[in-house]
């Protein structure tokens, strides 16, 4: 059981690039989450996916699109990377009430 | 509107002394409340949480937290510090009704031998 699992874990792009980041969950959960952590910002929330086939906007959606691929799987697309968008990237999944976190992905836009 | 306070950047504790880290909250409806850590380069892991019931919620690794619907607070205690507390903690809340979750900034524990 890998729980939340997310890859790559370090990426480095030029302004413009695209990107797909990958999450998968393995806990047979409805709901799962994208958030950026920023120091002093907390985390804020990309995107989520309340149950396979529905996506909505969070707090910053702009500059991401998602795609909930199945209930597994809920992919974070950066079309045209911007320096504005160098975080830290986590996924989250949950089934009710706490979420449960994958490792993170490091996102440096030069 | 949902949103959580955290009123300390840092807090600074002397191992085997009590551990509070401070939390407000502002739901609309019934509030779902969550704190979490974060070590260092790791993803945020779960502690404890706030759904109904008794006030004084237990956690893991010794942590608890009591609910005060008066205040609108949930703060994070722990009776005996250890150095191995040192890490990033968010306290985060939902109202009842919604999927998503708001975070606080997060608060800088350490703990000193």
């Known amino acids: 059981n890998a729980g939340v699992t997310q890859t790559p874990k370090f990426q480095v792009l030029k302004t413009g690039q695209s990107m797909t980041l990958q999450c998968a969950q393995d806990?047979?959960?409805?709901?799962m989450y994208w958030y950026r952590q920023d120091p002093g910002m907390g985390l804020r929330l990309i995107y989520y996916?309340?149950?396979?086939?529905?996506?909505d906007k969070g707090e910053v959606p702009n500059g991401y699109n998602v795609s909930r691929l199945n209930k597994r799987e809920f992919s974070l697309r950066l079309e045209s990377a911007a320096p504005s968008q160098t975080s830290v990237y986590f996924c989250a999944s949950s089934d009710g009430a706490e979420q449960y976190f994958g490792p993170g992905t490091r996102l440096t836009v030069t | 509107a949902q949103s959580v306070a955290q009123p300390e950047d840092q807090v600074n504790v002397a191992e085997g002394n009590p551990l509070t880290v401070k939390c407000t909250y502002s739901v609309s409806g019934n509030p779902y409340l969550f704190w979490y850590v974060q070590y260092p380069n790791r993803g945020l892991q779960f502690l404890l949480k706030?759904?109904?019931?008794?006030?004084l919620v237990k956690g893991s690794y010794g942590f608890e937290a009591e609910f005060n619907k008066s205040q609108t607070s949930f703060h994070l205690k722990k009776p005996s510090a250890l150095v191995s507390d040192s890490a990033l903690y968010f306290c985060?809340?939902?109202?009842?009704?919604?999927?998503?979750?708001?975070f606080g900034a997060g608060t800088t524990v350490t703990v000193r031998a």
């Open positions: 996916s309340a149950s396979e086939g529905t996506t």
């Open positions: 806990m047979n959960h409805n709901s």
């Open positions: 706030y759904i109904t019931g008794d006030n």
């Open positions: 985060a809340v939902r109202d009842m009704g919604d999927y998503k979750l708001s």
